[in-house]
């Protein structure tokens, strides 16, 4: 029996063929140099995806775009291999993201120019955190590390606080979205968190691209709640970072600022209380030496009357003295007596003897 | 029930502050010094103890995100 082989229509053959691209390649990722990107009525994005020994054109959508891409760029795509109706072999792709560090370095540059243009970044737009927050949403992998560092830090630093957690990937393709899911929960809810945590440990460059993603970084600019976002280590910037109302650092860092440390607290008040005994010891010093200078210059004065009124007794004594008969006497006058006419008796008291005398002659001096 | 406890401190912080400012005020007197600086060391002493017992309520929120 003479093999037949089946006759198609076109359709039918363009049909099959894709069935069986379909099913051989559901989707697949495919690593390549971006070439003659460009972008049809702003809705539509076609380029070549090429190597050295080939090339494949490529389609998506501009909202599948979620990092700048230009040309030269080395990307992966993950596409669905497909053929045209008119018979042209192309991948349509469902996700594209740079590959290798100058890929990376090079749409981060794009985007954090074409946002930093828009204003997303600049310090205006900045808002302060709460001081001391009672309700605080944290998004990020309840299993990675960088959230285990910020919990540690958060309940060593400081309690009472409602802690609401958005467990999410924060690594991969499903990370910007699922974060940006979280961002938008957090915010439609009835009570806001004073403050939304974004946080997520150290990682290579590609593990940490799901922060560079537009999408993401428009959400946290747009949050109506404060943001901080502690993405890898210091050294890592993220357009998250630049997006959010505060940088941290590190995870860590993140729960630094957001919490007071409650031994600073417990310091403080020990210190307070220090510096009450210092004062009330240098107060009850001051009153001390206060009382002994009032009583020193009590002394001082009561001395004085006294030396005064010892003064003012001498005197008088001298002057009492200067007024004793006796002294006169002694000074060789002498005190007479008795009848002063011519034949009378008088007595003379001189200092050391007393005399009787009859007065013979009474005349008057001048 | 938490942030009434975060209230509270803060209010005692407050208050230990406002202990700690009267000390260093013209408004001192050796006279009141003594049962404020009582107060200000009970008031210490509560914060401590307050804090020594004041733990976060973490909560996983239950919603996937994942999907839409």
């Known amino acids: 029996m003479a093999n037949v082989l089946p006759i198609f229509s076109v359709s039918d053959f363009l049909a099959s063929v894709n069935q069986t691209l379909e099913y051989a390649y559901p989707s697949i990722e495919i690593e390549g140099e971006v070439a003659s990107f460009k972008v049809n009525q702003g809705k539509f994005v076609f380029f070549d995806l090429k190597d050295s020994g080939g090339s494949i ?40 993201r740079p590959s290798g560090e100058g890929s990376l370095k090079k749409s981060f540059e794009l985007l954090k120019a074409k946002l930093e243009k828009e204003g997303l970044f ?7 955190l709460p001081g001391l927050p009672h309700h605080i949403g944290v998004i990020s992998s309840t299993q990675a590390a960088g959230y285990a560092d910020f919990i540690k830090i958060l309940d060593d630093r400081w309690g009472g606080m409602q802690v609401d957690v958005a467990h999410v990937q924060v690594q991969g393709e499903a990370a910007p979205d699922q974060m940006i899911r979280a961002i938008k929960y957090f915010n439609e809810q009835e009570v806001l968190p004073e403050v939304l945590v974004i946080v997520r440990g150290g990682g290579s460059a590609d593990d940490l691209s799901a922060f560079n993603d537009e999408l993401l970084v428009r959400e946290i600019a747009a949050s109506r709640i404060p943001t901080l976002v502690g993405v890898g280590h210091e050294v890592d910037e993220s357009l998250a970072d630049l997006a959010a109302d505060v940088r941290a650092a590190t995870p860590s860092n993140a729960a630094q600022i957001i919490v007071p440390d409650k031994r600073e ?14 004062r009330m010891e ?65 007595t003379i008291e001189k200092a050391t003897v007393t005399l009787t ?10 | 029930m938490s942030a009434k406890t975060t209230n509270l401190i803060q209010d005692k912080l407050a208050k230990l502050n406002e202990y700690v400012a009267w000390f260093d005020s013209d408004e001192f007197a050796l006279e009141q010094a003594v049962d404020k600086f009582a107060a200000a060391e009970k008031l210490a002493e509560e914060i401590e103890q307050d804090l020594a017992g004041f733990k976060n309520e973490i909560n996983v929120i239950k919603k996937k995100f994942d999907q839409e």
């Open chain 1, 265 to 278: 607290i417990v310091q403080g008040s020990r210190h307070s209380l220090a510096r009450i005994i210092v």
């Open chain 1, 122 to 128: 600049s310090p205006e737009r900045k808002r302060p």
């Open chain 1, 357 to 366: 005398a009859e007065v013979t002659n009474v005349s008057k001096n001048n």
């Open chain 1, 57 to 96: 054109g490529c389609f998506m959508t501009v909202w599948q775009m979620r990092i700048p891409i230009e040309d030269g760029m080395k990307v992966v795509v993950r596409a669905t291999p497909k053929l045209t109706p008119w018979g042209k072999f192309s991948l349509t792709v469902q996700a594209i």
């Open chain 1, 282 to 346: 240098q107060a009850i010093r001051d009153t001390q030496l206060m009382t002994k200078a009032t009583l020193e210059l009590a002394f001082r004065r009561i001395e004085q009357q006294l030396e005064r009124n010892t003064d003012m007794l001498r005197q008088r004594r001298a002057m009492l003295a200067a007024y004793d008969p006796k002294s006169v006497l002694e000074r060789g006058y002498a005190l007479v007596r008795g009848d002063e006419r011519v034949g009378g008796v008088v």
